[in-house]
Structures are given as structure tokens and as C-alpha cells.
């Protein structure tokens, strides 16, 4: 117990006097960090761009003019019936009829031609949507039943499989860029703990030949500088959590007007699993810390 | 308590430093290593605090095979012998007082156990007025007394001295050497690393004379002959 809290003293003791070199570790640990929850948080924003794109990929089935209620309302039974199916909307040829005016209300020229024709040139409409954009091949086939096949004039599939294999092609390559950031970064930190390591040695040498000399453990000598290596961690680890927890309060007003209805709250994402996220970097973190420790004590440290 | 045998020290790539040394040192005893710059004397002390290991041969302090020893055993060797240099080895930025006690603080001692025993130990060594004083703040002589104090502080059965008064006057010299030999009255083991002549005559003690490596002479009560 004392022993410990000897080691911690001299631990604290080495973090402070050489306060510069502890600035530039920390320093460097925190950009690793930093560059790790970016890509965290990019992963996070992809994830919610694609369920926004997803909810927006749906199927319009536009039924002929004058189909009657009821088979189109079979249809939509028979279609959300389908496990593939998020969602059916039924439109009627009024609904239409008004959505489409709302749109083109700035468009004299297609308001007086929809004027001309007299009557509402809309039948029902059927809109779908599917849990998954990969599944809207399945629904499309299951449409081709012979009792509605014939009823249905026209079907608009929006292609939006496309987009998003778009979005996980771009964010996949910026994942591995960032990922080599992360490594690089996380190297040079190694690199400057171990000079720093090397140095505190340097620094301490008359210190620690007398600690040997007059019979202190390796343990003892050893310790306050993988104290000091888990301080460093815990350090950077506070620094980019709340870096981390700022930035994203500030944004998430803006995401979520970016994003719409879909959940885009990195705050909080970061404040649900700050365990498994700042838990697991400063365990990462500290675990790569005190491997370069040691290997500078094995290099630099003669006990 | 300390037996060489058959000891050689070779450093890489080939200096022979220590050559087949046969040596038994008993409990109490008071001997003067001696001998020319380079003929191995340091080499020697380094043997007994495991700084270096033997080449070959075996060597055994009071029960440990000292050429064998784990390296998680050198401290607990090194709690039962004292050391003690030319340059003292003291750390300039603590106090007499805190360089005593660091010693202790390092091997896990109670903050009682060193509040008892600093005082006492500057008490053997005639220092308690300057416990509060730096190493720069006191002659040579006052340094090394210091350093012995910080030897003795874990009751070592040996007291290992690499040529002390190398850095001091004659008059500091003395007292350094009456110091070990009222350590040694007390029971310690003292083993001296010198070349001063006038040192060793007036010691009237066994004197180990070495040349290149290798003992040349061993008697009781020697006297200094190069
Ligand atoms: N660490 C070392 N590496 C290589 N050679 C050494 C080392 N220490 C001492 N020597 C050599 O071993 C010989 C004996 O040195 P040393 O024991 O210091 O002698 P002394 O103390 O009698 O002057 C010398 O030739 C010296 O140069
Ligand atoms: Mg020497």
C-alpha cells in the first residue's frame, strides 16, 4: 500500500517535471483518438444516411382509371402480407389529384392543361415500401399476381439500391483512409512515447542507479512509468471524450435537420455507450501505451 | 560469508579483468583490496553487489550463489550489502535527510521505520545538524558520509567501499576510514577497494594485492608493496 502509493508519487512526480514532453504525448494520443471517433461518428452518420435514403425508396403502383375500391384494396392486404414490406399507402384518385396540383401549384401551363381534361385523370395509387432495398425485386415479382397484373397501369421504382451502394462505396474508402490516419498517428505515438520513456530514463538515470544499488524491486523501479504511460492514456481518452461530446452537442441541431425523422443524434449515440466506446480506447489505448513502455525500459532500461 | 572460486571475469569482446580468483572472506573480517588502475579491484567490488556476474567460476555470498542469483533476487542481495563509490552517488536534488531515507521509501519502509532510523543513522555518521543541507552544501568528506549512512541503512552484513577517499583530503580520508573501521567493530564485514598506501599501512588488516586479474598476494595484516 505504501509501495503503491510511492510508486504513484513518483509517477505524478515524472508526468509534471517533465510537463512538455507529457503535453506532446497527450497531445498525440488525443489526435489518435480523435481520428478513431471520427471514423465512429462517420460510421454512426453513414448508418443514418442510409436509413434515411431507405425509408425514402418506395414502389408507386398506379392503377388504372377506375379500378375499383376493393380490388385495390386487396392488393394492398395481399402486398403488406409480405414480410419484405414495410409499409402500404393507398392513394385516391383525389389525394392524387390534390398532391399533384400542390406540386405543380407555381405551373400555370399544367394546372390549365389539367383543367382541359375535365374530369381527374388519376386512378388509385399504391405506395410501397420495403424493409430493405434489396428485397424491392421480390415485391415487384410478387405484383406480377394474375388477379391485379392487369389493374396496375404503371410501376415507378425509384432506384435508390443504386444510391446507396454509392454511399457505402464512398464511406468505405473513407474509412480506409482514415483508418491508415489512425494507424499512422497511433505509430508516431508509440514512436515519441517511447523517446519519452527513453528520456525519462535518461533524466532519472542517477535517480534510478541509486534506487537499484541500495536494493529497490523492478517492480518498484519499473511501475511509475507504466503509472505514467495509463495516466497519459486516461488523459487523452478525457480530452477527446469531451472534445468528442462538445462537437457533437454543437452539431446535433444541424444533423438532425440534415437528417430528417431518421435518428441522427451523435451526442447521443456517444452518451448511450460511453463505456463501450471511451472504455474500450482508453483500454486500446493504455494496452499500446504500455507495450511501448516496456519495449523502451527493455531497450533503455538495464536492471 | 564471501568465497571466490576459480572466478574469472572476461568483458566482451576479450579483456580479461579477473582471472581464476580464489577468495574466501570471513564474517567480520576487514580486508583491503589494492592493486595498480586497471588490474580488475573494481571489477571485483561488482561481483559482490551482482552489478556483473562471473564469467565462470562460482561465486557464494552468505548463501546465494551469486554467479547463479535470479535477477528478482539482486535487490533482496542488494538490501544485505552496502556500497559505497569514489563520487558518492548522491542525488543533488535531495537533502541528506531525503537521500537516507529514499533507500528506505524505495524498498517499501514504513514512514514510522523512517522517521526512526534516518535520524539514527546521521547519529553513526555525525551528521544530524545537517540532515535539512544538500550534497552541494557539504564538503567531500560530509558527502561521503552521506553515502555510508545510506549504505548502512538496511543493516547490510557487507559494506562494499570502491576506492571512498579517492576524491578526498588526507584529513577527510581519516575519517572516513576510522568510520568503516567502527562500522567494521560493530560487526559488519568491510571490503575496501583502495590504493593508498598510507591507508592500508596504518589498517593493520588482511590486504588482497591484485595484478592484472589475477591475486598476487594475500596476507594478514599486510602492508602496501608494489
Ligand atoms: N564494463 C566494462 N566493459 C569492458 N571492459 C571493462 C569494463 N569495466 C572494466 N573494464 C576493463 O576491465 C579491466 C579492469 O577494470 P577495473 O575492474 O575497473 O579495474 P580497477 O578498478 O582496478 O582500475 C580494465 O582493463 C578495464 O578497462
Ligand atoms: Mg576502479
Redesign the pocket.
Known sequence: MISLLRVLRFAFQNFWRNVWLSVITVSMLTLTLLTVNLLLSLHVLTDAAIKAVENKVDVSLYFNEGTQVELVQGAAGYIRGLDQVRDVQIVTPEEALERFRARHAEDRLILSSLEEVGENPFGYTLIVQARDAADFGFILEALDHPQYRDAIREKDFSNYGIIIDRLNEATGKVRVVGLAVAAVLLLIAMLIIVNVVRMTIFIHRDEIGVMKLVGAGNTFVRAPYFLEAILYSATATGIAAAAVFGTSRVLAPRLQAYFGIVQADLFAYFATHPLPVFGLEFAALSALTILSTAFAMHKYLKV | MIRFKNVSKIYRPHTVALKNINLHIKAGEFVSIVGQ??TG???L?KLLFAEERPTKGELVIGGWDVSRIRRGQIPLLRRQIGVVF?DFKLLQKKTVAENVSFALEVVGASPRRIRELVPHLLRIVNLEGKAGRYPRQLSGGEQQRVAIARALIHRPKIIVA??PTGNLDAINTHDIINLLKKINEFGTTVVL?THNREIVNSLRKRVITLDKGEIVSDQEEGRYRL
Open positions: 588502475s586497471g579491484k573494481s571489477t567490488a569514489q570502491d576506492e577497494v
